[in-house]
């Protein structure tokens, strides 16, 4: 087989194998929660842990460099990921009427997604692998919750969302194409600060929520 098709292949059954794992989460959630009928919201949100695989399969599987063509293709498909259906989402599930599966296919949606751009951000960007620690510390929180048999769901709480956000906007940052590496040095040093704060936001509302053991979502 040609290397080029051995590639596809390989990107072809990652890709799947998100989406297989996202769906089995999903479905177990389901099942707790009883029959729904899913909204236009809950598709729009599915939308964006699709987008989140995608992101994830060519941080994982794809090449080694992106030109900057490429990166500016990879900023723009996360931007619309994050922000434009997570902006509709919303105001979608208000006139519809919200379900309880959507709330939580938003946070896990908003979670994949976040590990996508960090995992792109550490392979691309140049960033410390210190920035893949929070993102993989909120997949604990999925697992605990649903060994407890719990429904998995998250809390608007301002700390929460202000290392979140600025965690979402530095991989966003360090994907976009610039070649200066004086800027790349610096970025770093940021990621590390942005990095270690999430950890500390994580930790904070884990002991709030779980007991001193446990780190929650944020």
């Known amino acids: ?32 929660i009883g029959p729904e009928r899913p909204t236009p919201a809950d598709i729009l949100t599915g939308s964006r842990a699709a987008c989140a695989a ?18 500016r293709r990879l900023v723009l498909l996360a931007l619309l990921a994050s922000t434009v259906t997570d ?12 379900t309880r599966l959507g709330a939580v296919m938003d946070i896990e949606a908003d979670s994949l997604l976040t590990l996508a751009l960090a995992v792109a951000a550490v392979r691309w960007g140049r960033l410390p692998a210190l920035v893949l620690v929070p993102p993989i510390m909120r997949y604990g929180d999925l697992v605990r919750t649903v060994r407890r048999g719990a429904i998995f769901s998250g809390d608007a709480i301002w700390w ?14 360090a994907l976009a194409p610039c070649p ?8 770093r040093r940021v990621a590390v600060v942005i990095a270690s704060l999430q950890l500390a936001t994580q930790v904070r509302d884990g002991r709030r929520r779980f007991g001193s053991r446990s780190v929650s979502v944020c």
Do not use: K
Not at 5 to 24: D, E, Q
Not at 88 to 96: E, I, K, Q, T
Not at 160 to 173: D, E, I, P, Y
């Open 87 to 98: 902006w509709l989402d919303g105001p979608l599930a208000r006139r519809c009427g919200p």
């Open 1 to 32: 087989m040609p290397c080029s098709a051995r590639r596809t292949a390989r990107r072809a059954a990652t890709f799947v194998a998100l989406v297989l794992l996202h769906l089995a989460f999903l479905g177990a959630m389901r099942r707790r």
């Open 160 to 173: 929460c969302r202000v290392t979140g956000g600025a965690q979402m906007l530095l991989f966003l940052v």
């Open 54 to 71: 995608a992101i994830l399969t060519s941080a994982t599987v794809g090449p080694a460099q992106l030109t900057p063509e490429q990166a």
């Open 180 to 187: 200066h590496e004086r800027y790349r040095r610096s970025l």
